[in-house]
């Protein structure tokens, strides 16, 4: 990204993408066909994205929209499109009351932004678009709150490497010493 000789930053930004696999076919009713393939071989199954749809249609409904007017993307991804897929890949009984109803329920389950429980670290980059709804200070002694300036999804998940910023490694250093307080005691 910093080889000046290949160009603006725009430019280097899409030399780096546009070496990586051909173009996806974002159609949506081809999008639809590939995702409502129920067999356990098909790649909506196996990449477990199939999966993934459904928990955010049935549990979750949480979607990275471009509903604001701030949005760099325009409003081509609104709430309703999100909506809209889970009824075109699920049924209708996938809509916007029914998904409305079944997030109150997982939250009233699991205790929402406040789950009552122990040994759980809850890890966020304020960089990832995620972490709005994560847990971000530590629910009690045994449940802390590590939120990583700069670091985005699943940063912390990683092995260090040389290149990582030091409070990322921090991060991961203090993750290691909880869990190993843990498993000793």
């Known amino acids: 990204m910093t080889a000046k000789h290949l160009g603006s930053p725009l430019q280097r930004l899409a030399r780096i993408f546009s070496n990586?696999?051909?173009?996806?076919?974002?159609?949506?009713?081809?999008?639809?066909?590939?995702?409502?393939?129920?067999?356990?071989?098909?790649?909506?199954?196996?990449?477990?994205?199939?999966?993934?749809y459904h928990q955010t249609c049935t549990e979750y409904g949480y979607y990275q929209t471009t509903n604001s007017n701030k949005s760099i993307f325009?409003?081509?991804?609104?709430?309703?499109?999100?909506?809209?897929?889970?009824?075109?890949?699920?049924?209708?009984y996938h809509n916007k009351k029914i998904l409305d109803s079944h997030v109150r329920r997982t939250n009233i389950m699991y205790g929402g932004k406040l789950p009552?429980?122990?040994?759980?670290?809850?890890?966020?980059?304020?960089?990832?678009?995620?972490?709005?709804?994560s847990v971000l200070q530590d629910l009690n002694a045994?449940?802390?709150?590590?939120?990583?300036?700069?670091?985005?999804?699943?940063?912390?998940?990683?092995?260090?490497?040389?290149?990582?910023?030091?409070?990322l490694k921090a991060a991961r250093a203090k993750i290691r010493k909880i869990i190993g307080k843990w498993i000793s005691s």
């Open 20 to 52: 990586q696999k051909k173009c996806n076919n974002v159609n949506y009713n081809n999008f639809l066909k590939t995702f409502r393939e129920v067999s356990w071989d098909s790649p909506a199954a196996t990449s477990i994205m199939r999966q993934w």
């Open 74 to 92: 325009g409003k081509l991804f609104p709430l309703n499109y999100f909506i809209n897929l889970c009824t075109d890949l699920y049924g209708d």
């Open 116 to 133: 009552d429980l122990r040994n759980v670290i809850f890890t966020n980059g304020n960089s990832d678009p995620w972490h709005p709804l």
């Open 142 to 167: 045994f449940s802390p709150a590590i939120v990583i300036n700069g670091s985005s999804h699943c940063r912390d998940l990683y092995s260090d490497v040389t290149t990582d910023p030091d409070n």
